[in-house]
């Protein structure tokens, strides 16, 4: 069984350009979440997917933003990019009955 | 607001001794607490989870044990191998949310 898929595994963006990750979950899994990794900051949640509903959101700007697509699919988005936004973004998927979250590898964004 | 503390943030250890990472979680709704251990460069993996009508949890050399009055749990690795060394994050999370809230994180470094 193929684990969570996110592409691409590196960007480099300039400020106030705009990005787009994706992230395929594991075959069956509805749920995706998105978490963003920083030294400072740790992992801090986003917003998760379910059926291509948003049913959680962190306290992120509005300038992050996500969707999830009919086969689970999930992209987000962040527009404006700042320098802060450097960061590691994971997605992890779970079934809706699992428990366990699994992650991805992560895409890691830089901000220059 | 939710939070999650975790402590220390850096462990040194020799090999073969014991290490004991603690969380402390706010929101007593909390019933479901996963570790997390992520290798440099790699995704977090879960290496043992709790809920919360259970007190204790061993996999082999890895425990996890549940104060729910005290809204404290803690990681317990016995014996300890070099290929433990690791960033290890707790999480907690209630059932109606899939909001991982996580700990900032225990670098432990298991000496030869």
């Known amino acids: 069984k193929a684990g969570v898929t996110q592409t691409p595994r590196y960007l480099i963006k300039t400020r106030g350009q705009q990005v787009t990750l994706s992230c395929s979950p594991i075959s069956g899994h509805r749920s995706v979440s998105w978490y963003q990794q920083t030294p400072g900051q740790g992992l801090q949640f986003l917003f998760e997917y379910f059926s291509e509903t948003q049913r959680n959101k962190g306290n992120f700007p509005g300038r992050f933003s996500g969707r999830q697509f009919s086969n689970s699919r999930s992209e987000m988005n962040v527009s404006t990019l700042e320098l802060g936004d450097s960061a590691l973004y994971l997605c992890?998927?779970?079934?809706?009955?699992?428990?366990?979250?699994?992650f991805g590898q992560g895409t890691r964004l830089t901000v220059v | 607001g939710e939070n999650v503390e975790q402590h220390p943030s850096t462990l040194s250890v020799q090999e073969g001794d014991s290490a004991v990472i603690k969380c402390t979680y706010s929101?007593?709704?909390?019933?479901?607490f996963p570790w997390y251990k992520q290798e440099l460069g790699k995704r977090p993996q879960l290496i043992i989870d709790i809920r919360s009508n259970v007190g204790e949890k061993k996999d082999q050399r890895i425990a996890v044990t549940l104060n729910k009055t005290a809204k404290h749990f803690s990681l317990h690795i016995t014996e300890t191998q070099p290929e433990d060394s690791a960033v290890y994050f707790c999480?907690?999370?209630?059932?109606?949310?899939?909001?991982?809230?996580f700990g900032s994180g225990t670098r432990l470094l298991v000496r030869p």
């Open positions: 992890a998927s779970r079934s809706n009955s699992n428990t366990e979250a699994f």
């Open positions: 929101d007593s709704a909390s019933n479901y």
């Open positions: 999480a907690a999370r209630m059932d109606s949310s899939y909001k991982l809230i």
